[in-house]
């Protein structure tokens, strides 16, 4: 079992549309958790970290339950630009952050 | 640009060589670390430094792989006697440590490898 699992997807949605990505960790030590968003053969960008609060960030919304280990991503009035691979991400402070990824969710946004 | 740079942005090699590849972090991070890429997977994690200390390894980092950050700033990445399983994205990030808790990783553009 993948210590971060991602369902692969692709979703396909219009412009406009809500959607949602979760993930679940099985690993209860993890301590940080992030979104992090990938274009084709491009690099991993940092799209939001994730707080036991939830947090914000314009049309993106990220919240953690730790009691089910698992984060989501809720991305409000799609963009063709949001089209990407979005990958979950859990880290342990163990004297330095290890991350640990999950193989991603692929959106496409479509006009 | 202030941000992570890698070089070279892609390389071609066969069977057998060895190739070396170099991460420039951003200036003020003192934590870099190596991840590899596969198709269809996310990055997997393979060394850390913290100033010019290797601090941690991964199992995937095998006997032909090396990696040093000499003076603490830029690093190499290193492997010998390359095998075509070895093709992959290799990636390079960096962080601050404080006592913030800015953990927060940024990503080179990556050096993309083939191994012929």
């Known amino acids: 079992r993948k210590e971060v699992e991602q369902d692969p997807g692709p979703f396909n949605v219009p412009e406009g549309a809500t959607v949602a990505f979760n993930c679940t960790y099985s690993n209860s030590a993890s301590q940080s958790f992030f979104w992090y968003r990938q274009d084709c053969r491009k690099e991993p960008k940092l799209l939001m970290s994730?707080?036991?609060s939830g947090n914000e960030d314009g049309r993106f919304t990220a919240q953690l339950n730790r009691a089910s280990q698992y984060i989501s991503l809720l991305i409000r009035d799609s963009k063709l630009s949001d089209s990407a691979t979005y990958l979950c991400?859990?880290?342990?402070?163990?004297?330095?952050?290890?991350?640990?990824f999950g193989t991603g969710t692929r959106l496409l946004v479509s006009p | 640009d202030t941000g992570v740079s890698q070089d070279p942005r892609h390389k071609i090699t066969k069977r057998g060589q060895n190739v070396t590849f170099r991460c420039d972090p951003i200036?003020?991070?003192?934590?870099l670390y190596w991840y590899r890429q596969t198709l269809g997977q996310g990055p997997e994690f393979l060394t850390y430094f913290q100033n010019e200390a290797q601090l941690e390894k991964s199992r995937l980092l095998s006997d032909r792989f090396s990696a040093e950050r000499p003076k603490g700033s830029f690093s190499t990445l290193e492997i010998q006697r390359t095998e075509q399983g070895d093709s992959a994205m290799y990636l390079c990030?960096?962080?601050?440590?404080?006592?913030?808790?800015?953990?927060?990783?940024?990503f080179g553009p990556g050096t993309r490898l083939t191994v012929t």
């Open positions: 991400v859990g880290g342990m402070n163990t004297g330095f952050q290890k991350l640990v």
């Open positions: 994730v707080y036991s």
């Open positions: 200036s003020e991070h003192n934590r």
């Open positions: 990030a960096s962080s601050l440590a404080g006592t913030s808790g800015s953990y927060e990783q940024y």
